[in-house]
């Protein structure tokens, strides 16, 4: 019974700690909430550090009112093991508020920067590093209070300075066996310091269109226009090319381009593009071209460029600018939609001139007066001589073979004595 007259004090006071810390936590609400009514900061305070405050407080009370009403009989032991492990608790809810209240700040400067706003660039680069700080600040909460709880333990603080003189070789063993880690987490912070891509950015990835949705120290993750998400290491980004199409400004230029006839209008297509475009708000009015850029290959090749306030926009820019002149080409410009053109030719390969002429028989040097006329300007001088075959068999000299070449060669013969062959000449 002594025994728990002893307890009994303990047990009142614990109650009244856990009412008062319920007390204090609604009071502390109350303020809070009829503050958030005219300022917003007072809202975001409650939704960060709502839950580590009060069991901060419940648990600070709890060990006070434990402290002072312990039982005299009660072992050091267990009254030091008590103390301990409110120690190591407080510590760690601590650091939780802690943390909670950095994250208040973060957000706090965060929310003067938009997003919603056409050109958000410096707003993207703020949010990227300042979401890369909250990551560094509840990591190194973390490690300060594993450390602090550390050395609540006797046999930690001896060991410390062991841990201490070879922190250099445990440093190298560990690099070389993180060595991808650290590389990625090195390429993390030069990311989210350097402006290479911050969040929110319209990038072109392994030939994928995107945006940067999550850079964090290790990875980066990027929200293909599909609704894929593609996860890739820090260190591709610091390592590999890549196309970032808000680097400096969401203000972009694309084209549209058209394959058309020869017989297409170009004043006539760009009268209607300035039509399409005054119609539309997707366009921001700072570029609208059309140029004929090619004409080759039986087409001429028509390039329009517009611009528009980002990519999205720019996207359904090009779809409208191209639906409405492709509609224009078919209702009013069909004399421009392509043509394939093929000319037809007999397989003799010849045309008509070429068919009279050869019908008629008319050739270089016969077939007409002017023709042989021609042809005896070229023979008139020529000396032939024709021997007579009679002659030439009762003188038997020369053979059949000798008297063919000879006749081929009437210019170069000539009639040896005694043959009785005459001589003659012959026009050709």
């Not at 009994?8 to 009244?16: G, N, Q, T, Y």
């Not at 394959?259 to 209008?265: A, K």
């Not at 087409?299 to 528009?308: K, S």
């Given at each position: 019974?002594?025994?728990?007259?002893?307890?009994?004090?303990?047990?009142?006071?614990?109650?009244?700690?856990?009412?008062?810390?319920?007390?204090?936590?609604?009071?502390?609400?109350?303020?809070?909430?009829?503050?958030?009514?005219?300022?917003?900061?007072?809202?975001?305070?409650?939704?960060?550090?709502?839950?580590?405050?009060?069991?901060?407080?419940?648990?600070?009370?709890?060990?006070?009112?434990v402290t002072l009403t312990m039982p005299?009989?009660?072992?050091?032991?267990?009254?030091?093991?008590?103390?301990?492990?409110?120690?190591?608790?407080?510590?760690?809810?601590?650091?939780?508020?802690?943390?909670?209240?950095?994250?208040?700040?973060?957000?706090?400067?965060?929310?003067?920067?938009?997003?919603?706003?056409?050109?958000?660039?410096?707003?993207?680069?703020?949010?990227?590093?300042?979401?890369?700080?909250?990551?560094?600040?509840?990591?190194?909460?973390?490690?300060?209070?594993?450390?602090?709880?550390?050395?609540?333990?006797?046999?930690?603080?001896?060991?410390?300075?062991?841990?201490?003189?070879?922190?250099?070789?445990?440093?190298?063993?560990?690099?070389?066996?993180?060595?991808?880690?650290?590389?990625?987490?090195?390429?993390?912070?030069?990311?989210?310091?350097?402006?290479?891509?911050?969040?929110?950015?319209?990038?072109?990835?392994?030939?994928?269109?995107?945006?940067?949705?999550?850079?964090?120290?290790?990875?980066?993750?990027?929200?293909?226009?599909?609704?894929?998400?593609?996860?890739?290491?820090?260190?591709?980004?610091?390592?590999?090319?890549?196309?970032?199409?808000?680097?400096?400004?969401?203000?972009?230029?694309?084209?549209?381009?058209?394959?058309?006839?020869?017989?297409?209008?170009?004043?006539?297509?760009?009268?209607?593009?300035?039509?399409?475009?005054?119609?539309?708000?997707?366009?921001?009015?700072?570029?609208?071209?059309?140029?004929?850029?090619?004409?080759?290959?039986?087409?001429?090749?028509?390039?329009?460029?517009?611009?528009?306030?980002?990519?999205?926009?720019?996207?359904?820019?090009?779809?409208?600018?191209?639906?409405?002149?492709?509609?224009?080409?078919?209702?009013?410009?069909?004399?421009?939609?392509?043509?394939?053109?093929?000319?037809?030719?007999?397989?003799?390969?010849?045309?008509?001139?070429?068919?009279?002429?050869?019908?008629?028989?008319?050739?270089?040097?016969?077939?007409?007066?002017?023709?042989?006329?021609?042809?005896?300007?070229?023979t008139d001088s020529i000396p032939t001589?024709?021997?007579?075959?009679?002659?030439?068999?009762?003188?038997?000299?020369?053979?059949?073979?000798?008297?063919?070449?000879?006749?081929?060669?009437?210019?170069?013969?000539?009639?040896?004595?005694?043959q009785g062959g005459p001589v003659r000449?012959?026009?050709?």
């Amino acid at each position: 019974m002594a025994d728990l007259h002893g307890w009994l004090p303990l047990a009142i006071a614990c109650l009244i700690a856990i009412v008062a810390a319920v007390v204090v936590a609604a009071v502390i609400a109350v303020i809070v909430r009829a503050i958030a009514r005219r300022k917003e900061w007072a809202r975001m305070l409650a939704s960060h550090a709502r839950i580590p405050f009060r069991l901060l407080v419940l648990d600070v009370l709890v060990w006070i009112a434990v402290t002072l009403t312990m039982p005299r009989d009660v072992p050091s032991a267990i009254i030091s093991a008590a103390n301990h492990v409110f120690l190591i608790v407080t510590i760690a809810l601590g650091a939780w508020f802690a943390a909670a209240l950095v994250i208040f700040f973060e957000d706090l400067g965060l929310a003067r920067y938009r997003l919603d706003v056409p050109d958000n660039r410096y707003a993207r680069r703020v949010r990227t590093q300042v979401l890369i700080i909250r990551r560094l600040t509840i990591v190194a909460a973390v490690v300060v209070a594993l450390g602090a709880i550390l050395l609540t333990f006797p046999g930690a603080r001896a060991a410390g300075a062991s841990i201490l003189a070879s922190a250099g070789i445990i440093g190298v063993i560990a690099g070389i066996a993180a060595q991808s880690s650290l590389a990625n987490l090195f390429a993390g912070m030069q990311l989210a310091f350097s402006g290479a891509i911050r969040l929110d950015d319209v990038v072109v990835v392994n030939n994928e269109w995107g945006r940067i949705e999550e850079l964090t120290l290790t990875y980066v993750v990027v929200h293909i226009w599909d609704d894929r998400r593609m996860v890739l290491p820090s260190t591709f980004f610091t390592t590999q090319p890549f196309e970032n199409w808000t680097r400096q400004h969401s203000e972009l230029l694309g084209a549209v381009e058209f394959d058309l006839d020869w017989r297409v209008s170009p004043d006539g297509m760009r009268k209607e593009l300035d039509r399409v475009l005054g119609k539309t708000d997707l366009w921001d009015k700072r570029t609208s071209v059309l140029q004929v850029t090619d004409a080759i290959g039986g087409f001429v090749h028509v390039r329009v460029l517009v611009t528009a306030k980002d990519a999205p926009t720019l996207f359904d820019l090009r779809c409208y600018v191209r639906e409405n002149l492709v509609s224009w080409t078919q209702r009013e410009g069909t004399s421009g939609l392509p043509r394939q053109r093929v000319e037809l030719v007999q397989a003799g390969g010849m045309d008509a001139s070429q068919r009279s002429r050869a019908v008629s028989g008319d050739t270089l040097f016969s077939g007409s007066s002017d023709a042989e006329q021609r042809a005896s300007q070229f023979t008139d001088s020529i000396p032939t001589i024709e021997p007579d075959p009679e002659a030439a068999d009762r003188s038997g000299v020369g053979s059949a073979a000798d008297r063919g070449a000879d006749a081929a060669t009437d210019h170069e013969v000539a009639a040896e004595p005694g043959q009785g062959g005459p001589v003659r000449q012959r026009r050709d």
